[in-house]
Nanobody
Framework: QVQLVESGGGLVQAGGSLRLSCAASGRTFNSYTMGWFRQAPGKEREFVATLRWSGDSTNYADSVKGRFTISRDNAKNTVYLRMNSLKPEDTAIYYC???????????WGQGTQVTVSP
């Protein structure tokens, strides 16, 4: 069982930055592929970014490319999402997810709210 706890959300003005963190339990964090997803009010959950367990591959949604960066610190069992040049349309609840290597995402955090004001 993997437990994920997100933090770092909040209210920020458009153009600002935030860094989300997701702390994972377990002793095999370096075998997890980690991802960030988000869900805006009235919309379905959507993919934001992923970082492969091997650390050699990242992928981003087109809407955040060039603005968001996913990274991980295996020593701290933590994955980060650095969000720059935030826009009001980035407002959503952001969820961290974990998958064992190349398996589908199985573990989800409780989410952290990000609100971007105009």
């Amino acid at each position: 069982q993997v437990q994920l706890v997100e933090s770092g959300g909040g209210l920020v003005q458009a153009g600002g930055s935030l860094r989300l963190s997701c702390a994972a339990s377990g002793r095999t964090f370096n075998s997890y592929t980690m991802g960030w997803f988000r869900q805006a009010p009235g919309k379905e959950r959507e993919f934001v970014a992923t970082l492969r367990w091997s650390g050699d591959s990242t992928n981003y949604a087109d809407s955040v490319k060039g603005r968001f960066t996913i990274s991980r610190d295996n020593a701290k069992n933590t994955v980060y999402l650095r969000m720059n040049s935030l826009k009001p349309e980035d407002t959503a609840i952001y969820y961290c997810a974990a998958a064992i290597r190349n398996d589908p995402y199985m573990y989800w955090g409780q989410g952290t709210q990000v609100t971007v004001s105009p």
